[in-house]
């Protein structure tokens, strides 16, 4: 009988949200050098890379090659899941909201959430064609 604690799924998944929260917080220092301040670039950048990551892996993983699951636990839940910022997202649309700043609380929902769809429709898509 399977326990609820697989401490291998949770290795993995540690390992994975120990290098995704590193190069999240690495890029987010690198992009906020590179862009306008007032627009969060960071968090669109991280959100569009790494929902386009995880269509591309869930797909190539699946479909293309069947990968061990320790390694969809890894790349998807603890890698991504610690890189992507969804939380960051909400909180600084939630600001322009409150804010008043109606065109950057649009543009940043806007984005984030066309751009984030058309990333792992557009990972899924490369996982294919290769």
């Known amino acids: 009988m399977r ?13 994975g949200a120990i290098l995704g929260a590193n190069l999240r917080y690495f890029l987010s220092k690198i992009i906020t050098l590179w862009s306008d301040a007032a627009f969060p670039f960071g968090t669109l950048i991280i959100n569009l890379t790494g929902s386009m990551l995880l269509g591309f892996f869930l797909i190539w993983t699946t479909e293309r090659v069947l ?12 890698f991504c899941g610690s890189y992507t910022t969804f939380s960051s997202y909400a909180f600084e649309t939630m600001s322009y909201f409150e804010q008043g700043h109606w065109l950057l609380f649009a543009a940043n929902i806007l984005s984030n ?13 490369i996982a294919r064609a290769i």
């Open 113 to 125: 959430n066309i751009l984030c769809l058309a990333a792992v429709l557009a990972g899924a898509m």
């Open 67 to 78: 990968a061990d699951p320790l390694w969809r636990w890894m790349i998807a839940i603890g």
């Open 3 to 15: 326990t609820l604690i697989d401490w291998k799924a949770y290795a993995w998944i540690s390992l």
